[in-house]
């Protein structure tokens, strides 16, 4: 009787090995298969499509004042967009606030191109070609031209400083319903939603390669997503409450990803599921 | 008025690689909206590629196609500064043409 336990016991725990083993081989393998299908999608990225929008609308006069983006100052001086997003989020001191590129861009389409503040938050997030998003496109254009450049956040600049201290505070501060805080799924190796890994954002190089490539064509919604979208969607992930456009909350956790950035070649608008 | 295309010629050896990206929502018609309605299909049907005025690829789509199409494929011949055109029409009787010079 107890060797016919101690024989089932064994034969239980080499299952439960093999279960693992076999579990370990299929994880890596769909990441494989995952790697593989976003090297093939590499090719065609239609972000190109958003990018290709996003430089005609900068260039052209709009708004009920007529004025082009040619005025609006991302960081590195007016119409300047090279390298701009490399060091955004950024305190502007004309908006006496740290602002992330699509704040800034609404700030400049309301107080230079005269839009009304729900005109240009119209559409923040595009859904389809009856829903198109200016915002998107600007930002897909911007990112594209700081493609390849470092990434180089100011954080001595004492505004930054604070952003960047509260977001990280929020990153793990546990809320909401689940009681969840970002660090529950971005702060071990190894994470996913069903089959999407997701990035482990305490270590450097988790939070370098999830931060340089968004903005990104989500291929899975036929849309070009920014950091906003992402942020927010995180937030109903969570069953947090709604993630406010532009609000500081949101800028002080892009300022603190950004900043762990820091070093990392920017390399969006990128292309993922 | 449709968005236009991304085009990329591009010689490799002795053929020509083209690479285009196409702007289109190529709604399928099985899709329903928030209010339970069928979204009309609506996706491109033909597409034709010209190297010069030579047609080298003509092609007919369904919904199978994802939004946003992406093409890529090659054929023989074509020189540097060459013209390859391309025309996509949908089942709205929607039509784009744009152009591209091998490089």
């Known amino acids: 009787m107890r060797t016919m336990m101690q024989r089932a016991l064994a034969a239980g725990c080499a299952a439960t090995a093999l279960a693992a083993v076999m579990s370990a081989a299929l994880a890596e393998s769909t990441s494989d298969e995952i790697a593989k299908y976003r090297e093939a999608l590499q090719d065609g990225n239609p972000a190109e499509l958003w990018e290709a929008r996003g430089e005609e609308m900068w260039k052209a006069p709009r708004g009920p004042n007529k004025v082009s983006f040619a005025s609006c100052d991302l960081g590195l001086g007016p119409g300047v967009v090279k390298g701009a997003y490399a060091e955004l989020p950024r305190y502007f001191p004309d908006a006496k606030r740290v602002m992330d590129l699509e704040t800034r861009l609404v700030y400049c389409m309301v107080s230079q191109q005269g839009y009304s503040e729900s005109d240009a938050l119209r559409n923040t997030f595009g859904n389809g070609s009856a829903h198109r998003s200016d915002l998107e496109a600007l930002a897909a254009y911007v990112t594209s031209q700081s493609r390849g450049v470092a990434m180089n956040v100011a954080l001595d600049e004492p505004h930054m400083h604070d952003m960047y201290r509260l977001g990280e505070k929020m990153f793990y501060y546990r809320g909401g319903t689940h009681d969840f805080a970002c660090a529950t799924c971005h702060g071990d190796d190894g994470k996913r939603i069903r089959l999407q890994d997701l990035p482990n954002l305490t270590k450097i190089e988790g939070a370098q390669k999830a931060y340089t490539t968004w903005p990104a064509y989500r291929v899975s919604q036929g849309e070009l997503r920014t950091f906003q979208w992402r942020l927010n969607d995180c937030f109903r992930q969570q069953r947090f409450p709604e993630l406010e456009f532009g609000s500081d909350a949101s800028i002080a956790l892009t300022a603190y990803l950004a900043g762990r950035a820091n070093g990392a070649a920017y390399d969006g608008p990128a292309i993922k599921r | ?103």
């Open chain 2, 1 to 103: 008025m449709a968005d236009p295309m991304k085009i990329r010629a591009n010689l490799v050896g002795d053929a020509t690689e083209v690479k285009v990206l196409m702007s289109h929502e190529m709604e399928t018609g099985q899709r329903k909206d928030a209010d339970g309605k069928v979204i009309p299909a609506w996706f491109i049907q033909n597409v034709k590629v010209a190297h010069n005025d030579k047609v080298v690829l003509a092609a007919q789509w369904g919904p199978a196609v994802a939004k946003n199409p992406f093409l890529s494929f090659r054929f023989k011949g074509g020189a540097k500064g060459d013209k390859v055109k391309i025309t996509w029409t949908d089942n709205h009787n929607d039509t784009r043409t744009d152009e591209a010079t091998i490089a």
